[in-house]
């Protein structure tokens, strides 16, 4: 197969077994989903989805969350993780939406990444989540089935995201990006991976991650 080919198939397969794909994050509008996606680094969808609620009956926009201490914040949010780096993120983009953006999530890259705690994946999930902008967010998922697949070296996060730009029709991203982690989460994990359950990898896989596994190592 050709590179092309094998990016259509990877295209076609996905479309194939999610046609549909709701958003992870329980969330209700840009606030609350720019919230949740930070609180989810280190972390996993299920288990921020049952710690939101939480921080979103007491707080679930940026005026009633700056009420809060970051004390306050930290002890609802503590069973996601990194919670004291969160806490402080949390309180301090909702002081500054108050301040530079009248509350509202900001529709841009670059205000987005210079809020506390936001990075380029936070805020690339923001813009194509919330705002429907074409990006392509690389999660672990992501990172790990781009190599396996042999369309990207796995060196870095960014080359996995500029390669998935250049291989992939700008108008699916924001589809695709979801669709490859409900696959990596459900055919291709990290651990406890079959490769027999894997038909993507199985058919477009990098020679020595086939190899690997046929040895045993399972990489």
């Known amino acids: 197969m050709t590179k092309a080919e094998k990016v259509q198939f990877v295209i076609d397969t996905l479309e194939e077994l999610y046609p549909e794909t709701p958003i992870p994050l329980d969330h209700k509008d840009p606030y609350t989903l720019l919230i949740a996606v930070l609180m989810s680094a280190q972390s996993t969808d299920a288990r921020v989805n049952i710690i939101t609620p939480l921080l979103f009956e007491k707080a ?16 609802i949010i503590k069973p996601v993780g990194l919670s004291p780096m969160k806490s402080k993120g949390i309180h301090g983009l909702s002081q500054i939406l108050i301040d530079k953006h009248n509350g509202e999530v900001p529709q841009s890259f670059e205000a987005l990444e210079a809020l506390p705690a936001v990075g380029h994946k936070t805020a690339s999930v923001v813009m ?5 902008v074409p990006a392509f967010p690389v999660d672990t998922h992501i990172h790990r089935l781009m ?3 042999n369309l ?11 390669d998935a ?3 992939f029709p700008r108008e699916i991203w924001n589809k695709l990006h979801l669709q490859i982690i409900y696959y990596g989460r459900e055919y291709s994990p990290a651990r406890g ?5 894997d038909v993507i990898t199985s058919t477009v896989g990098r020679k020595t991650v086939l190899d690997d596994y046929k040895k045993g190592k399972k990489k």
Do not use: C, H
């Not at 679930?60 to 002890?75: A, F, G, Q, S, W």
């Not at 991976?193 to 359950?197: A, Q, R, T």
């Open 60 to 75: 679930d926009n940026p005026y009633d969350m700056v009420k809060l201490t970051v004390e306050e914040i930290r002890e």
């Open 128 to 132: 194509s989540q919330a705002f429907g």
């Open 147 to 149: 190599y396996r697949w």
């Open 152 to 162: 990207s070296n796995g060196k870095s996060v960014d080359q996995t995201e500029k």
């Open 165 to 167: 730009k250049r291989l």
């Open 193 to 197: 991976w079959k490769l027999e359950n």
